[in-house]
């Protein structure tokens, strides 16, 4: 079983809706985590970092930690069809080292 | 502008060749690390460096060899290629302590 689990989509919806995408972890020593979003043939983009449990939002993004459940969810409000891209989870246990990566999800919205 | 760079942006390679993929960043971060991306794998770790002079193995490290001689660049070096080395690899570079990582636009390698 891997570190991190992550649905491979693809997610596919439609303009304006609302979407969830997440990610479960079994290594209850991940502290810090982090969603990068990546174009086709582009790298990752770091979009959103958590520090611990708890919500953060920034603009159409909300990204939410439940360490209890070791589960964490990356929110998007008004969905663009640019934000059509492969969405990763990343997490570790010291502040920017040594990431696990999940499989990433691929969204694709639809205009 | 300020970020990392890959070079080359894509390259196919003889099995049995060696090859060098460079990476060079000018935010003066401390730590810098490569990963390759397969498909069904997502993204995993070969080597890292959290400082010049350093250098660490990661998930994946067989095949493939680092050096860190300063703070902005850090090469990836695979002696004798082989198939299984094909791969889209990311360079990428963080502050320790810092926010999170930051990557390259990748190199795309391809094996025959």
């Known amino acids: 079983q891997k570190e991190v689990e992550q649905d491979p989509g693809p997610l596919s919806v439609p303009e304006g809706a609302i979407v969830s995408l997440n990610c479960t972890y079994s290594?209850?020593?991940?502290?810090?985590f982090m969603w990068y979003r990546q174009y086709s043939r582009k790298g990752p983009e770091l979009l959103m970092y958590t520090y611990s449990s708890g919500n953060k939002e920034d603009g159409r993004f909300t990204a939410q930690v439940d360490k209890s459940s070791k589960y964490i969810s990356l929110f998007i409000r008004d969905s663009q069809p640019s934000d059509s891209a492969t969405y990763l989870c990343a997490m570790s246990g010291n502040a920017g080292n040594m990431l696990t990566f999940g499989g990433g999800t691929r969204l694709m919205v639809k205009p | 502008i300020a970020g990392i760079t890959q070079a080359p942006t894509s390259q196919i390679l003889a099995a049995g060749r060696r090859m060098t993929l460079r990476c060079t960043q000018d935010?003066?971060?401390?730590?810098m690390y490569w990963y390759r991306q397969d498909l069904g794998l997502g993204l995993r770790l070969i080597h890292y460096s959290n400082t010049a002079g350093t250098t660490g193995k990661g998930e994946v490290p067989d095949g493939y060899s680092v050096s860190r001689a300063n703070t902005d660049d850090f090469p990836l070096t695979l002696a004798s290629a082989v198939p299984s080395q094909t791969s889209v690899y990311f360079c990428?570079?963080?502050?320790?302590?810092?926010?999170?990582?930051?990557f390259g636009p990748g190199t795309r390698l391809t094996v025959l």
């Open positions: 935010m003066r971060h401390n730590a």
């Open positions: 990428a570079s963080s502050d320790l302590g810092a926010k999170g990582q930051f």
């Open positions: 290594n209850s020593a991940f502290q810090y």
